[in-house]
């Protein structure tokens, strides 16, 4: 079975740094992993994602360029989000995506519970 577990979510002020993990175990052959955020009322979207390629190459949402990296430690099984500079628009239920699967849900297959970040100003 494959299980996400996201942890390292919490409050922060404006300005701030939260660092998310998620450890996954049960994957295999997966290309691609992602993080994405869903505030109250609105949309889930990605916000980064990272292939499994030779130079690991990432992607991420305009609003975060320069704030966020994401990364992984393949001997860990686990992805990390680094957030620095975060703003109170950051505030977001944020998720872990493994595994691209077209045919499901925001074309990810297997998912975590998410993991809670609120920013005040």
């Known amino acids: 079975q494959v299980h996400l577990v996201e942890s390292g979510g919490g409050s922060v002020q404006a300005g701030g740094s939260l660092r998310l993990s998620c450890t996954t175990s049960g994957l295999s052959n997966c290309r691609r992993m992602a993080w994405f955020r869903q505030a109250p009322g609105l949309e889930r979207g990605e916000v980064a994602h990272?292939?499994?390629?030779?130079?690991?190459?990432?992607s991420y949402v305009d609003s975060v360029k320069g704030r966020f990296t994401i990364s992984k430690d393949n001997a860990k099984n686990t992805l990390f989000l680094q957030m620095n500079s975060l703003k109170p628009e950051d505030t977001a239920r944020y998720y872990c995506?493994?595994?691209?699967?077209?045919?499901?849900?925001?074309?990810?297959?297997?998912w975590g519970q998410g993991t809670q970040v609120t920013v005040s100003s």
């Open positions: 995506a493994a595994c691209r699967m077209y045919s499901r849900p925001y074309g990810y297959g297997y």
């Open positions: 990272i292939d499994s390629d030779s130079d690991g190459s990432a």
